[in-house]
């Protein structure tokens, strides 16, 4: 066992070097029975590693390598499903973060990253990164910046049914009923049975100067 573990240490050492030469490293396949959960670390080493010199693509080729090897190996599924996430690879991003909530159910910054990647490909990133900095805005009363935050979305995602509603609801809040009204038909048009929506729609009418 100290035999292999001492090929191990060789080829890790071996392997840094290279990188320090700016070189990639070439994981010969091991001629002896090396134990599976050794072999998986020294993949996910060489993946970290990549990921690091910003070389996510090959990186991605060796998580893969070291959760084949050992299937409930966490770190290097949480992992594979970041860099796919970092290089919009929604698909297998999703499938890699289930995976890691699978073996933690518990991990609440696994879940957070596989909603998030579910929002980025039904809504797209870009429109679901403005409507989340929206939200923080609202939550912290900063009005006009979760307003702006909204259209950006809105600009987008046209069909960002969300962004609407809590467009027209900061809208509201600062008193201009003109554009809370004008979000809020957008947002019934996309979703007309929403309770909610009909209220708060009703509501800025209701404050809408009267004409003679």
């Keep these: 066992m100290r035999y292999l573990w001492c090929i191990l240490l060789?080829?890790?050492l071996w392997s840094s070097l290279a990188w320090a030469d700016g070189e990639v490293p070439f994981i010969a396949p091991y001629s002896v029975d090396v134990p599976a959960e050794g072999y998986a670390q020294v993949m996910f080493d060489q993946g970290y590693n990549l990921y690091q010199a910003g070389r996510k693509t090959e990186a991605i080729q060796?998580?893969?390598?070291?959760?084949?090897?050992?299937?409930?190996?966490?770190?290097a599924w949480f992992w594979?499903?970041?860099?796919?996430?970092?290089?919009?690879?929604?698909?297998?991003?999703?499938?890699?973060?289930?995976?890691?909530?699978?073996?933690e159910p518990n991990n609440e910054q696994a879940r957070y990253f596989l909603r998030k990647v579910k929002n980025w490909k039904q809504y797209g990133k870009?429109?679901?990164?403005?409507?989340?900095r929206g939200i923080v805005a609202l939550e912290r009363r900063e009005l006009y910046d979760a307003i702006e935050y909204f259209k950006r979305s809105i600009e987008a995602n046209p069909k960002f049914d969300r962004a609407y509603y809590w467009l027209g609801i900061?809208?509201?809040?600062?008193?201009d009923y003109y554009n809370a009204v004008w979000a809020l038909e957008k947002y019934l048009a996309l979703r007309?049975?929403?309770?909610?929506g009909q209220y708060w729609l009703k509501e800025a009418r209701s404050r809408l100067p009267k004409t003679r």
């Design 170 to 175: 900061a809208n509201f809040r600062t008193g």
């Design 126 to 132: 870009e429109a679901w990164e403005n409507y989340e």
């Design 10 to 12: 060789f080829v890790f």
């Design 192 to 196: 007309p049975d929403d309770a909610n």
């Design 62 to 75: 060796f998580f893969i390598e070291a959760v084949t090897t050992k299937p409930d190996f966490t770190k």
């Design 80 to 103: 594979l499903a970041r860099t796919y996430q970092e290089e919009d690879m929604y698909d297998e991003a999703i499938w890699a973060w289930e995976k890691v909530v699978q073996l």
